[in-house]
């Protein structure tokens, strides 16, 4: 059997194909970032009637995070405005904290209690990742595995802060 010879990558073309990874990265998350953004902020600043609004509480974001109410009620994250950053947070994870000062107005602390907080961190640092990252994902392997990575998270997701939420 021949095999060639192997050759020591040089510094200069490891550093180049790095650049070219890393820059084609970047592109690809910042234009899905940014159209995220634009969504979220669009679903956050109108009402369903399609008219500009000042209170929150009566946009699109806040009528979709109304339906997911129900479904972190036992996890004691019953409050639009919670489910409303855990939604911007698919965006980003640092948004989660950022939509719920904004919305709460700095009374973050008076809403939840230290069972409740416990259980949001605990959801918030495992349901999926950020849109970014479900990009790459449904890029390399396919939208089934995209969703079923997503799905499959949010599910781990609650369970655990079930479990902590009544521990």
Do not use: H
């Amino acid at each position: 059997m021949e095999l060639p010879n192997y050759r020591l990558p040089s510094v200069r073309n490891t550093c180049q194909l790095l650049w070219e990874k890393a820059k084609d990265f970047l592109e690809r998350a910042f234009t899905v970032i940014f159209i995220a953004t634009i969504v979220i902020w669009f679903l956050q600043s109108f009402s369903p009637q399609l008219q500009f609004i000042e209170d929150s509480s009566q946009s699109i974001l806040a009528r979709l995070a109304g339906l997911l109410e129900p479904l972190f009620r036992p996890l004691g994250l019953g409050d639009w405005r919670i489910c409303t950053s855990l939604i911007s947070g698919v965006m980003a994870k640092e948004s989660v904290v950022s939509t719920m000062e904004i919305l709460f107005a700095g009374g973050v602390a008076s809403a939840l209690s230290s069972r409740a907080a416990a259980s949001l961190l605990v959801f918030s640092l495992l349901y999926s990742p950020c849109i970014a990252a479900i990009a790459s994902v449904k890029r390399e392997l396919g939208t089934k595995w995209a969703v079923a990575m997503v799905a499959w998270q949010c599910v781990v997701a609650w369970v655990c802060a079930f479990v902590i939420y009544v521990i």
